[in-house]
């Protein structure tokens, strides 16, 4: 389990992260969020490509082909196969296939912004937007920290199906309890302990950060940027009623 | 260098004694390496915290008296400046590096400074060299072994160059092999005229390196001596002051493994992401009721071992043959009881009696008080876990084994970290289970433990398992250590 | 949103890890139960599950604020981790201000009272909230880039959140904030405080 990572080698063409952190927030908004409505299907198509293109270029071709075969699978289900169920099944499954071919673009973007940012790239793009220490550290310090609180719940959730105590089971109105104060506990101490190392390797210094990983845009760099640039200022133009 | 002056300190809560300190007097010269030895709640880790300022900006408290390093008084200096004259190397590999790539980690202190890229990458660039770990560079932390996670975290103290360096209990989750490379690392160090300050209880593979060693006991200082004074103490006194053999082989009894029974699993094999085989392993054999330790290096996958075994595993096919039947990975759930090694992962009720009460079929309450009283945990029936201390918490998961009517039992690193007195404690509670019939497997690399429950005793390899008697496994290591450690430790 | 106090009260390193690692817990857990709005009777009932179960965290969160600006900053984390996950601005903005007055409430009893870190938790629930807005306002977009859900799924939900709904789900962050408030404030009795850790 790891969310942000480690390695040079994985990361293809090498976006910076600050592009990376636009193209992300480029598919939340527009692929996720709809933003833009039909007028802008066609940006929304571009950018559902773009996480695609990303992930071809790096080392995860494997992963990019998985995920492109679920898309097109849900694809397929919604327009052939869902037509011809009825009733409750018919609207649940539509709604399945829809959540999987709205979801997967912004979930492949983010695979792809996490698995080829590290921790300390995160934190000098973030410099570089002259994002105050004060979001700065928490929000990577987050992201450090998910993975851990996830590996936790595993292991609760491990233990708890080892006890054959599951949820539904003698006490359900106190599974809940019994499985979010593990996770806390333990959650919070390995937190605890991580604060105190980092503080003694003096992390909160009242001094300018330098950052040994060299971050900077490149061609790639720029073509999405403009990309994303141009559909901004389409979405903007529409916003404001003048037609295209 | 180091100075500490009429200090006071307790945690918190005013009722727990543990880690207090009391009437604290110490000075530590420059280029000195002190051990910190003593029972677990000793204050042995109160003290490093003292130094590396933990202890009051992180951790609060009740300190009094003056505590001085460099010059500095450490009370009233920030963390991030004290960061620059003392280094500390923590216990737990897991939880001590804040970014996941090691590069960037070994960096992370002098970034913190605001010092230089290229003075940065040259300073790096140089730990690396020095200790010989290009290997280990660029790559996630989550993808290394204990061993090598202790070694990073060695490294990155190592490039901010301060001039106090401390350890408090580095190698409780290390292998023998681990443990020599620890050992080197911290002979630099000191090479380099550094002061260090190390904090543990598995003495065997610092000896040659100590200058000094300070016994504390209930928060005082009991003895401060020489370590030719310490080194002659025998055993039997080191037993006695709760520390672990100085000396890590001795010549067991032999192990009579007459014909038992034997549990047997098939076809463990588990591989990670990139196709890489971690184990593959077609057939061991378990002797029924009887204790095997699992042995085999760090990072070998000793406790994916266990999960499959286990059934935890659900990418993992293993079968269990036992009585001529076969039985499937869901199945051997319902057989087998994992004791974790992080116990905070099982126990989830707010008392120890509600604990065991949930483990069972049927609840019965007075046959749960019997287990309970069993394991000498009766006293606590009403306590709520969490609040319990590792070794309690340890037998209140292995309360709700029994309670659960499992007849295999897991281990995984059961001393980890755990000086002789709970050592003792843990192998007591083997034997009791043992005569009640229970299997048990148990991961470890603490031969003092494994001698201790007179196990038998299993080599794990990625594809290959091997049987010892215990005599003759004492043969084997002693050999093979004789070249690992240094000659000085023997 | 920096805390420009004077420099004793100000964020030191350890509170802004504190404040990484809470949020990190209290994601994970929102996280896990905000995956139940799939079904689309859940969806409104979110502005009830999340605050509640959500205020177990948070109340442990609050042991640890001493300080002006963790509320906030956290409030803040949770809108960017909105909208990178698709749920668009609102959050971020509608917390940017619950964010705010959650702080000061709790200022208001110096950090330390615990009726006040109730109704704390309570007004930070509000952000929540945020994400419902589109559905509301922005009916049509939101729909659109959601159009292969099906009509059916569509219809149900839209039926589910009439309009008047919305100062109701408003007022349930609220509520359901306080009411998880409580019930964090009693497991914290409970559990952690025994557990050394509150």
């Known amino acids: ?244 | ?490 | 949103m920096s805390t420009k106090k004077d420099s004793s009260n100000k964020l030191q390193g350890k509170d802004l890890m504190n404040v990484g690692i809470y949020s990190a817990i209290y994601f994970v857990i929102v996280f896990a139960v905000a995956m139940l709005g799939y079904i689309p009777i859940m969806m409104p009932m979110l502005c009830v599950l999340v605050p509640l179960i959500a205020g177990v965290p948070f109340m442990l969160f609050l042991t640890k604020v001493k300080k002006f600006g963790m509320i906030w900053i956290m409030s803040i984390i949770m809108g960017i981790l909105m909208l990178l996950t698709g749920m668009a601005q609102y959050a971020l903005i509608i917390g940017a201000f619950s964010g705010l007055i959650a702080e000061l409430i709790y200022k208001s009893g110096n950090y330390k009272s615990q009726s006040k870190a109730v109704l704390t938790c309570g007004v930070f629930s509000i952000w929540v909230w945020g994400n419902f807005i589109p559905l509301f306002f922005k009916r049509e977009s939101y729909w659109a880039a959601r159009q292969s859900f099906g009509e059916d799924y569509i219809n149900t939900l839209n039926s589910l959140m009439p309009i008047w709904l919305c100062p109701i789900l408003l007022a349930a962050a609220f509520v359901f904030g306080i009411l998880g408030g409580l019930l964090g404030k009693t497991l914290l009795k409970k559990h952690f405080k025994k557990a050394g850790i509150a």
Request: aromatic residues 8%; proline residues 3%.
């Open chain 2, 1 to 490: 260098m180091i100075r500490l002056e009429n200090v006071h300190f307790q945690y918190g809560d005013e009722n727990e004694n543990n880690g207090a300190l009391h009437d604290i007097n110490l000075e530590i010269p420059s280029g000195q390496a002190v051990l910190f030895c003593g029972e677990s709640g000793c204050g042995k880790t109160t003290i490093t915290r003292l130094i590396n300022g933990l202890i009051p900006h992180f951790y609060e408290g009740r300190l009094t008296g003056k505590i001085r390093v460099d010059g500095q008084e450490i009370q009233s200096q920030e963390l991030y400046d004290t960061a620059k004259i003392v280094g500390t190397v923590f216990q737990n590999p897991r939880s001590q590096f804040f970014n996941v790539d090691t590069r960037s980690e070994v960096a992370f202190g002098l970034e913190n400074q605001g010092i230089r890229e290229a003075e940065i990458l040259k300073r790096v660039n140089q730990t690396v060299t020095e200790f010989q770990m290009e290997s280990l560079m660029d790559r996630s932390i989550f993808e290394l072994s204990g061993g090598e996670k202790q070694k990073i975290a060695c490294a990155c103290v190592s490039t901010s160059s301060p001039e106090v360096f401390v350890l408090d209990e580095p190698s409780a989750n290390l292998d023998v092999h681990s443990m020599k490379l620890l050992h080197n690392m911290i002979l630099r160090w000191k090479q380099q005229g550094k002061t260090i300050v190390i904090a543990e209880h598995r003495l065997a593979y610092i000896w040659n390196l100590i200058d000094r060693v300070i016994f504390l006991e209930s928060g005082k200082i009991a003895k401060d001596m020489q370590p030719a004074e310490f080194l002659k103490l025998s055993e039997t006194e080191l037993h006695s002051m709760g520390l672990r053999s100085n000396n890590e082989q001795k010549i067991s009894k032999m192990h009579k493994a007459t014909d038992i029974k034997n549990i047997e699993f098939k076809d463990i094999t588990f591989g990670y992401k990139k196709g890489k085989q971690i184990l593959d392993i077609s057939k061991i054999q378990i002797p029924e009721h009887e204790i095997t330790a699992i042995i085999g290096h760090n990072g070998l996958g000793k406790s994916t071992f266990l999960r499959c075994i286990c059934g935890l595993e659900k990418k993992c096919k293993t079968r269990m043959i036992k009585n001529g039947a076969m039985i499937k990975r869901k199945k051997c759930l319902a057989e087998c009881f994992l004791v974790m090694q992080d116990v905070n992962h099982q126990l989830f009720t707010e008392s120890v009696l509600d604990e065991v009460l949930i483990s069972m079929e049927q609840e019965d309450k007075e046959k749960a008080q019997e287990i309970l009283a069993e394991l000498d945990l009766l006293e606590y029936a009403g306590r709520h876990p969490i609040s319990l201390s590792g070794g309690q918490k340890q037998r209140v998961a292995v309360a709700t084994a029994i309670a659960s009517e499992r007849d295999i039992l897991l281990f995984d690193e059961p001393t980890s970290g755990l000086d002789y007195k709970h050592m003792l404690q843990v192998s007591a509670i083997f034997q009791k289970l043992k005569a009640k019939g229970k299997t048990i497997i148990v991961v470890t690399h603490d031969m003092e433990f494994i001698e201790a429950i007179s196990a038998n005793i299993i080599e794990l390899n990625t594809n290959s398992v091997k049987n010892y008697a215990q005599k003759e496994f004492r043969e084997e290591v002693d050999c093979n250590e004789k070249e690992k450690l240094p000659a000085e430790v023997i």
């Open chain 1, 1 to 244: 389990m790891e969310v942000l990572s480690s390695r040079k080698q994985r990361r293809g063409i090498g976006l910076d992260p600050r592009t990376t952190i636009v193209l992300l927030l480029m598919v939340a908004v527009f692929v996720l969020g709809g933003a833009g409505g039909n007028e802008l299907i066609w940006a929304r198509i571009i950018l559902a490509c773009v996480p695609v293109v990303l992930l071809l270029t790096s080392n995860n071709k494997l992963k990019c082909i998985v995920f492109v075969l679920v898309y097109l699978l849900g694809y397929f289900l919604q327009f052939y196969v869902l037509g011809h169920l009825t009733g409750i099944l018919n609207s649940l499954m539509l709604a399945t296939a829809g959540m999987i071919t709205s979801f997967l673009p912004g979930l492949m973007m983010g695979y792809y912004a996490v698995s080829t940012t590290t921790v300390s790239e995160f934190v000098a793009a973030m410099e570089r937007i002259h994002m105050p220490e004060q979001v700065i550290i928490p929000l990577s310090v987050m992201f450090r920290f998910f993975p851990t609180v996830v590996e936790e719940a595993g292991s609760i959730n491990d233990a708890m199906r080892m006890r054959g105590i599951a949820m539904g089971g003698k006490h359900p109105g106190k599974m809940l309890e019994y499985r979010l104060i593990p996770i806390m506990t333990c959650s919070v101490k390995i937190g605890e302990e991580l604060s105190a190392a980092s503080l003694t390797r003096g992390l909160g210094a009242p001094v300018k950060r330098t950052n040994i990983c060299k971050i900077g845009f490149g061609l790639w760099d720029i073509l999405f940027l403009g990309l994303s640039i141009c559909i901004v200022i389409y979405w903007v133009l529409i916003l404001i009623g003048v037609r295209v």
